[in-house]
């Protein structure tokens, strides 16, 4: 396991990616919000509360609670139930990845110059 930088991220740079992706995701209007939840929370598994800086502990745990909530192992295959979260949980799952990636951001950005590749670029 990496040891955490002072901002309390293990990687930086992993993380703001898997986040950004996970954003993107998040506002495809294409997938089902199931499909949509089951690929950012396998990006976001990989990355234990100890990852994250003290603060957003509580909001990678409820990603990684959610994700286990929704799984229903069968015999042969996984069947994922996302779409059973509604209402509140719903929003708080949405707010909680959403928060991460701006926390993220905000501490590459503290990092300085030599992190600028991780900002978004026209394309």
Not at 57 to 64: A, G, L, N, S
Request: glycine fraction near 4%; hydrophobic fraction near 40%.
């Amino acid at each position: 396991m990496a040891t955490a930088m002072p901002s309390g991220w293990t990687s930086h740079v992993q993380t703001l990616l898997d986040l950004r992706s996970s954003v993107e995701l998040l506002a495809d209007g294409s997938k089902s919000f199931n499909q949509k939840m089951q690929t950012i929370t396998l990006m976001l598994v990989r990355w234990r509360a100890s990852d994250v800086p003290l603060a957003l502990r509580p909001k990678i745990e409820r990603v990684h609670e959610a994700r286990r909530q929704a799984m229903e192992q069968l015999r042969h295959a996984e069947i994922w139930h996302f779409d059973d979260i509604r209402g509140k949980a719903r929003k708080q799952l949405i707010a909680d990845i959403i928060d991460l990636y701006s926390a993220c951001l905000l501490d590459v950005h503290k990092l300085g110059p030599e992190y600028a590749f991780l900002y978004p670029s026209e394309e």
